[in-house]
């Protein structure tokens, strides 16, 4: 079982920066890809950010260019930061990862998920 703690969201006006961050507690299987998801009131749950094991990240066409997402992988903990914030980038953000489990000798694996309880990022025009 792993344990995801994030930092405080926090409100800001349009064009201004946030860093939200998130520590994972010990897992046994290697924690293969870290991310953020935000879902705004009304909306589905939406991802923001991800970045693999081996550094590779993915950023949600809103957010290219505005968020960087980085991961320190010997603390377990992955960092967002978020800058020119915009009004619609309001919600809540919710941390996730993925661990890969090693089912057998051959190398079959299952990915298993976890999320944070989310914290909230207002941002007023």
């Known amino acids: 079982q792993v344990q995801l703690s994030e930092s405080e969201g926090g409100s800001v006006q349009a064009g201004g920066s946030l860093r939200l961050s998130c520590a994972a507690s010990e897992s046994r299987s290697p924690i293969n890809s870290m991310g953020w998801y935000r879902q705004a009131p009304g909306n589905q749950r939406e991802l923001v950010a991800s970045?693999?094991?081996?550094?590779?990240?993915t950023y949600a066409d809103s957010v290219k260019g505005r968020f960087t997402i980085s991961r320190d992988s010997a603390k377990n903990t992955q960092y967002l930061q978020m800058n020119s914030l915009k009004p619609e980038d309001t919600g809540v953000y919710y941390c996730?990862?993925?661990?890969?489990?090693?089912?057998?000798?051959?190398?079959?694996?299952?990915?298993?998920?976890?999320w944070g309880k989310g914290t909230l990022v207002t941002v007023s025009s």
């Open positions: 996730h990862v993925r661990v890969r489990i090693v089912i057998n000798v051959e190398g079959a694996f299952r990915d298993k998920d976890y």
């Open positions: 970045i693999s094991s081996s550094g590779s990240t």
